[in-house]
């Protein structure tokens, strides 16, 4: 019996299919401002940068005439303060204000008249000036009473507390200070004598080290 050979037919390969690319999303066009848009933000940038000006200046007239006060050239001093307290920070501001007071009776010879805050805080920082510690500790304290949340006073009399040898209060009194005013922090640390007292009291190095968000 004859046998019949079945013809195995291999199946055809499948052709690959190309590969299709990926279709990409046109990017978006950025936005196109107006003249009128980029006029305010030129504006803006200025007034921002002559705010910067603006402080830098003030801080430097500070500086120059707390330099100007500790060598006792009371009228050069005056002028500076004068110029530093029409800046824009208000917390030194207020405090070359009272400084100016400070040069300008020490320039005219006026007798002592101490009736408000202002006057025992003016006659409190000259007798720290003079290193009359004990009478400007007395002064500074009769300021404060009259107004308990004077941080310029409590500043001054954290320096006075620490250059009379009361670790304790300098660290208390600016502590407080700080929390009224935290740019407080940056004048102490711009300030030789706390710098020195901070090497002598760990306490009061810590609270200058601390960070501070509201610096400049």
Not at 111 to 121: E, G, I, K, N
Not at 123 to 133: K, P
């Amino acid at each position: 019996m004859a046998t019949t050979k079945k013809t195995i037919v291999a199946p055809a390969r499948k052709t690959a299919k190309a590969a299709v690319p990926a279709r990409t999303m046109p990017k978006p066009a950025a936005p196109v401002k107006s003249a009128a848009e980029i006029k305010a933000a030129a504006a803006l940038e200025a007034a921002a940068a002559q705010a910067r000006a603006a402080l830098q200046a003030q801080m430097k007239q500070w500086e120059e005439a707390v330099k100007l006060f500790s060598q006792k050239k009371f009228a050069p001093a005056k002028a500076r303060f004068t110029e530093a307290a029409g800046g824009p920070a208000a917390h030194i501001a207020d405090k070359a204000r009272s400084y100016a007071q400070i040069c300008a009776r020490k320039t005219n010879g006026a007798a002592v008249d101490l009736q408000t805050s202002d006057d025992h805080f003016n006659y409190g920082v000259e007798r720290l000036n003079a290193r009359d510690m004990e009478v400007a500790r007395r002064h500074l304290d009769r300021a404060l009473a009259m107004e308990p949340n004077g941080e310029h006073i409590l500043f001054t009399l954290a320096l006075c507390c620490g250059l009379a040898g009361d670790g304790a209060a300098a660290c208390e009194n600016l502590k407080r200070a700080i929390a009224l005013e935290p740019r407080n922090r940056v004048l102490a640390r711009q300030d030789p004598e706390f710098l020195a007292l901070a090497q002598q009291l760990p306490a009061l190095r810590a609270l200058l080290s601390a960070d501070n968000s509201d610096g400049y």
